[in-house]
């Protein structure tokens, strides 16, 4: 993966998406646990990994959601250990999720862009390339092993 750090626009800038996949398998799925980031750039690309698995269009029961954030957890964000509650409250509390006021649903938010992704974000198959990244850690290791 190419160093981002090389990046000029790395603090500030858009988020790209080889930053965005590189980012979310460092921190989402290389060797857990962890907590959720504090970076708030890592943090971000979290955030936007969950809503890239929502259907932005539907409202969700709170059990809805939290299966979805458990699914998200296990199959984006491995490494990541923390609970759906915690999860669910960072996402209400950046804006990422609206709850309706009697607070029985759920739907996904549009916060304020205090970070801006590349279109081509939005492209990229999740699971596929967490799943591809975990397969290659995997072929590392047994390597190292031999």
């Not at 962890?34 to 936007?48: A, E, T």
């Not at 969700?60 to 939290?66: A, D, L, M, R, V």
Request: hydrophobic share 35%; glycine share 4%.
């Amino acid at each position: 993966m190419a160093n981002i750090r090389s990046n000029p626009g790395y603090l500030y800038g858009v988020i790209s998406p080889e930053e965005f996949v590189e980012r979310l398998c460092l921190v989402g799925a290389d060797r857990g646990p962890r907590r959720f980031p504090r970076k708030q750039r890592d943090r971000r690309i979290l955030m936007k990994s969950i809503l890239m698995t929502l259907d932005s269009s539907r409202f969700y029961s709170e059990s809805e959601i939290n299966e979805a954030l458990r699914e998200w957890n296990r199959e984006v964000a491995p490494a990541i250990e923390t609970d759906h509650v915690s999860v669910r409250r960072t996402l209400v509390d950046y804006g990422y999720l609206e709850r309706t006021t009697d607070g029985r649903s759920y739907q996904v938010g549009f916060p304020p862009a205090s970070v801006a992704f590349d279109l081509e974000v939005e492209d990229i198959d999740l699971r596929a390339t967490v799943a591809a990244y975990l397969d290659h850690l995997r072929r590392q290791s047994n390597q190292r092993r031999k």
